[in-house]
């Protein structure tokens, strides 16, 4: 028989281990997955975590793609970490992202083709200000009326993409462009553009904002004091209510901060490696960020690592597409698998396993 | 005693747990038909052997007999079957059911539920518990739910019954029907096995006791031969300090609560209503009543935690009802609830974050914003050495200390921050006895330098002990407050209220 005992204090030991031990596990499943599907198994998991750094041809053209894709998955799963700590569940980064470089990019394009300092400023405050604003929306709706937060954020997710398609085809749309839906390239556009700042680094203002928040949600949560109420709020509700905490202003902080940081991403991703605003904008990073928070430990240096992990699927799922004739859902379920696997054997971070012997009540 | 008598026999029971010796070599015998008590402080490890013998516990080396034969229940179900029932401290019911709907889920094989009512007005009857089995337990009071309880395990027809701590939520009266009921039970045979530290308890109600100290048996006595202290000094090792009371002329007014009603935050929480009390420098207010009567939510408004209508709660003539718990420490108002682990503390947080939680701005933890670890980790230290909290050191978390550690701990934190007005709820539930007394005479040190302390205690004889005026919460209302001199136990059992029910009771 095996019984599961609570441990008196969450074992520092399984805690450290669990991710590295979720992604070996993510590893040898996606071996499987891969072997059902007829292909070498070793030959795909290669590609995918060996590949894209290491590889002579392509190395060079994937290895700055890690910065790219990884900016935005740090800088919502930042937002999101300290959300989800506090018992504030945000699923809805991904429509904040959208919201972001959508009124972003809409800065952009009212000042077109004005040359001037202020305009990328004024843009990434907008973006903030958008995932900001659409964040709200499920924070005061829980506030005013308790609805799920998770509801609510998720499925605005869904009304945040038909307005990037309405936005695409009606509004921001390139009149330049022969009818075809999609806004200017702002890439294109040096006063509101996002460039690769150091070529063959893939570093842009987003990698660097990404770097500030990861700085800035340290020092928050180890030194002041918003970040210790954000700790006992989800450690112990009524603790922090007696410690002065208000819980509805710590739904509002929670959903505001990953809203901006969601929003400003977007606006990073819109004016740089994706350039404009297009029905297929939204590459599922809103989501995937809740992977990668988790898998950080929902800790600021952890979620640095899971997202630079997490980039190394996506870009090598990209190369195994194009190499090994993956299909693009396989990967997608890989990254699925590693939640799962990491939130398995997060149940023995607070419990032991007992086998054969009855556990004491 | 012959053997015949012998009803359970335990052997050299011992149970380790990490770092923790809970049994060490126990052995005691229980007579068919006496009241057995097992006295001890917190962690002496009563507890762990009781539940031994309900089989929850599996020992790891000893052995018991139960009516001559070799006895090692592994589950409670086998020691019901052998003829054991636990009355736990803390109940196991659901408020939304009725009383035999209660006790029907706690059955094998349940028989309908019309026979099952009639068997429980039967019991209650004939052990003078009065109980309706239609009544939801959502409304009973904790009297009432541990005689569900109670029931729930005579329907059984026990041979042994195990009550654990069962007067700590019950009012003078209701324990009276308590004991008259477990001493019927007695006479018809019923073992009793009775676990408390309350010396007077033990004294009026059993006929041998078995006295337990960090986990070993420290001795045998017959409590109406002995006096209490010299069971107390078994107990706790060494001679108990009485706390010392100095009458102290009270100042001016500090605190003023005027009219002060509050809806329920929930639906099982109690409306406070009408509550009036002022409260001088120097003295100590305490207020009684049954668990359940707006404790809980007096602290919760006093706190901050919940506001009320504007000019209800005055600090020092300065209008405080409308700020919350961070205001109100500022200006020396600080306090204690009840719940230690999840309210009082952060469970899973370390003893200095602890100490951050709710001193941060007093004790200057804090600069712009950001904080002082290192000030908070001496602060944590000083509550250790002050208040003698047994811990290893500041970083171990809250959850690792025992309850009365803890509560130790807890009321160290806001005692050094030396409020103005101390708020404090069960500043001495489930604290041994040395360190209830440390606790008692803190409060009234803090009274003899000039604050004013609010103490809600179920325990009356700490309340007579140490408080100047007392008063009584009663269905979210307060009596009006009478000094404590001259007051006499019956007085208080009026006050309190619940005489209704009391007198509905009898032994048939």
Redesign the interface.
């Known amino acids: 028989m095996i019984a599961l005992e609570r441990r008196?204090?969450?074992s520092r030991f399984w805690a450290y281990l669990t991710p590295p031990l979720a992604v070996l596990l993510t590893m040898a499943a996606g071996a499987v997955l891969f072997a059902m599907l007829g292909k070498d198994p070793v030959a795909a998991i290669r590609t995918i975590f060996w590949d894209p750094l290491f590889h002579p041809q392509f190395a060079a053209y994937s290895r700055p793609q890690l910065l790219v894709k990884a900016a935005p998955l740090i800088l919502i799963a930042i937002g999101l970490s300290l959300g989800f700590r506090a018992g504030v569940w945000n699923i809805g980064a991904e429509g904040q992202y959208i919201m972001g470089a959508i009124a972003g990019a809409g800065v952009a394009l009212a000042f077109y083709p004005m040359d001037a300092w202020f305009i990328f400023p004024l843009m990434v405050i907008a973006g903030l200000l958008g995932g900001w604003a659409w964040a709200m929306i499920p924070g005061i709706l829980r506030v005013r009326f308790n609805t799920s937060d998770i509801l609510v954020s998720l499925l605005l997710v869904y009304v945040a993409q038909h307005f990037l398609a309405l936005m695409a085809v009606g509004l921001m749309r390139n009149p330049d462009g022969g009818g075809f839906p999609g806004s200017r390239n702002l890439q294109h556009y040096p006063a509101a553009a996002n460039p690769e700042l150091f070529p063959g680094t893939g570093m842009h203002w987003g990698v660097i904002a990404a770097f500030i928040a990861v700085i800035f949600a340290y020092i928050l949560l180890t030194?002041?004091?918003?970040g210790?109420q954000i700790?006992?709020t989800g450690?112990?509700p009524?603790?922090?209510?007696?410690?002065?905490v208000?819980p509805g202003r710590m739904v509002l902080f929670c959903f505001g901060i990953s809203g901006a940081l969601a929003g400003v991403a977007g606006l990073f991703e819109v004016s740089g490696p994706s350039g404009q605003i297009s029905i297929n904008f939204h590459a599922g990073y809103g989501f995937t960020a809740i992977i990668v928070a988790f898998l950080g430990r929902l800790h600021p240096i952890g979620i640095l690592l899971a997202g630079l992990l997490l980039a190394l699927t996506y870009i090598g799922g990209e190369l195994a597409q194009f190499m090994l004739d993956l299909p693009a859902a396989a990967i997608q379920t890989f990254q699925g698998m590693l939640l799962f696997f990491l939130l398995a054997l997060d149940v023995l971070t607070n419990f032991r396993l007992r086998i054969g012997k009855?556990a004491?009540? | 005693m012959n053997a015949s008598d012998m009803l359970l026999s335990v052997r050299g029971i011992s149970k380790a747990y990490p770092g923790v010796i809970a049994n060490d070599d126990v052995s005691f015998d229980v007579v068919g038909g006496e009241i057995h008590a097992l006295l001890g402080e917190n962690g002496a490890g009563k507890s762990t052997l009781v539940k031994t013998i309900y089989g929850l516990i599996r020992p790891d080396a000893g052995e018991m007999l139960l009516h001559g034969a070799p006895f090692a229940p592994a589950t409670p179900n086998e020691a019901r079957a052998a003829g054991v029932a636990m009355v736990f401290q803390h109940f196991s019911l659901f408020e939304a059911l009725s009383v035999a709907e209660n006790v029907a889920l706690g059955m094998q094989d349940p028989p309908p539920m019309r026979q099952l009512a009639a068997r429980i007005r039967e019991k209650s009857e004939l052990y003078g518990l009065p109980l309706s089995p239609d009544r939801r337990v959502g409304d009973l009071s904790a009297g009432e739910r541990q005689r569900v309880e109670i029931i729930r395990c005579l329907l059984e027809d026990p041979r042994l019954l195990i009550m654990d701590e069962p007067t700590s939520v019950l009012t003078p009266q209701e324990v009276d029907i308590l004991f008259q009921t477990l001493r019927k039970l007695a006479e018809n045979g019923t073992a009793i096995l009775y676990i408390s530290h309350k010396l007077k308890e033990i004294t009026a109600l059993c006929d041998r006791a078995t006295i337990l100290r960090r986990g070993r048996v420290v001795g045998h006595c017959t409590p109406r031969d002995v006096s209490e202290s010299k069971m107390a000094e078994l107990m706790v090792g060494s001679a108990v300090q009485v706390p010392s009371r100095r009458r102290n002329a009270p100042g001016a007014e500090l605190l003023r609560v005027s009219g002060l009603s509050l809806p329920p935050a929930t639906i099982f929480g109690t409306a406070l209503q009408g509550i009036s009390l002022a409260l001088r420098s120097g003295e100590i207010i305490g207020i009684g009543g049954i668990a359940g009567n707006g404790q809980d939510e007096l602290l919760a408004a006093l706190s901050g935690e919940r506001l009320s209508a504007p000019g209800t709660i005055t600090l020092e003539g300065r209008d405080i009802a409308r700020s919350g718990p961070t205001a109100r420490r500022a200006l020396g108002l600080l306090s204690a609830p009840e719940e230690r682990l999840g309210h009082a503390a952060a469970p899973d947080m370390s003893l200095t974050e602890n100490a951050m939680l709710t001193a941060a701005h007093r004790q200057k933890l804090m600069a712009r914003g950001f904080l002082r670890w290192n000030a908070a980790r001496d602060f944590a230290r000083r509550i250790i050495a002050d208040f003698d909290v047994r811990t290893p050191g500041p970083d171990v978390p809250a959850r690792a200390l025992s309850g009365g550690n803890l509560q130790k701990f807890v009321i160290g934190r806001e005692v050094l921050q030396r409020p103005r007005v101390f708020v404090v709820n069960q500043p001495t539930w489930g604290v041994d006895a040395a360190a209830a007394a440390a606790i008692r005479q803190a409060l009234l040190d803090l009274a003899s330098a000039g604050a004013a302390v609010i103490c809600i205690s179920q325990d009356l004889d700490e309340l007579m002990e140490i408080a100047d005026h007392f008063a009584v919460l009663n269905e979210g209302r307060l009596s009006a407050p009478r000094p404590t001199d001259g007051l006499s136990i019956e007085d208080i059992g009026l006050m309190m209220g619940g005489a209704k029910d009391m007198e509905a009771a009898h032994v048939a």
């Open positions: 008196a204090a969450p030194r002041h004091l918003r210790f700790r006992v450690a112990a009524r603790a922090a209510r007696f410690a002065g208000s009855r004491p009540v």
